[in-house]
């Protein structure tokens, strides 16, 4: 079976700074990974998802994520992030041909201050 | 595009009671899944529906049950209120195309058990 996890729980950042939020997961064969959000009083959004091809995957909003394989990563990363960037963050896995089932990670609290 | 619907949007029941929440998935989307976002819990994996048979079921006692529907809309039914029911319950919708698969959320029922 496979497990995400993010190791940040609460990150708190000044506006334009950058973001980089981890996200590792144990699973040996070929997975699909994603990254969705949820702002306040919203529901979850896909930001972003890979598949296959090129493991640097660009986003909604100037999100992009980079599938390194031999490291089980997908970290979520932001050059710039904004005050709007405040929200959960949850990275999750499934592994294609098979029961589809994502498995996410329990999330990041992400707060920018202005 | 019309996203996934769930309905009502908030429920507060008491401890023994029975509560059923409905989901519409996207059109043209035949596979709907629910999952369970109790606090810092992140989302825990409910239940699969696909072409209206039950697909699978994550670690959660027979008193979560649910079906879908002809037209894919889906009910999940808890029996049995306990106060750690609490919870938002997400659904979401899904349509998988040569093994890729993207799962859009619902804005959740938030459900309060006293």
């Known amino acids: 079976a496979q497990s995400v996890s993010q190791h940040n729980h609460h990150v708190i950042l000044s506006e334009a700074a950058s973001l980089e939020l981890g996200c590792n997961y144990s699973?040996?064969?070929?997975?699909?990974l994603f990254w969705y959000v949820q702002y306040p009083g919203q529901h979850l959004q896909l930001l972003l998802k890979y598949f296959s091809g090129d493991p640097l995957v660009k986003g909604i909003k100037g999100f992009e994520a980079e599938f390194i394989k031999s490291k089980f990563s997908f970290n979520l990363r932001k050059p710039s992030v904004q005050w709007s960037d405040t929200a959960e963050y949850f990275c999750a896995v499934n592994a294609p041909g098979g029961s589809y089932i994502p498995t996410f990670g329990r999330g990041t609290s992400l707060i920018v201050h202005p | 595009e019309a996203g996934v619907t769930q309905s009502p949007t908030h429920l507060i029941k008491t401890r023994g009671q029975q509560v059923t929440l409905r989901c519409s998935p996207i059109?043209?989307?035949?596979?709907v899944y629910w999952y369970q976002q109790a606090l810092g819990l992140g989302l825990q994996f409910l239940l699969w529906?696909?072409?209206?048979?039950?697909?699978n079921r994550g670690n959660f006692p027979p008193r979560f049950s649910g079906r879908q529907f002809p037209n894919y809309s889906s009910e999940l039914n808890v029996n049995a209120l306990e106060l750690e029911d609490s919870a938002l319950y997400l659904c979401?919708?899904?349509?998988?195309?040569?093994?890729?698969?993207?799962?859009?959320f619902g804005p959740g029922t938030r459900l309060l058990v006293l």
């Open positions: 979401a919708s899904s349509l998988v195309a040569g093994g890729q698969e993207t799962q859009y």
């Open positions: 529906y696909d072409e209206g048979e039950e697909r």
């Open positions: 059109s043209g989307h035949t596979s």
């Open positions: 699973y040996g064969g070929t997975v699909n």
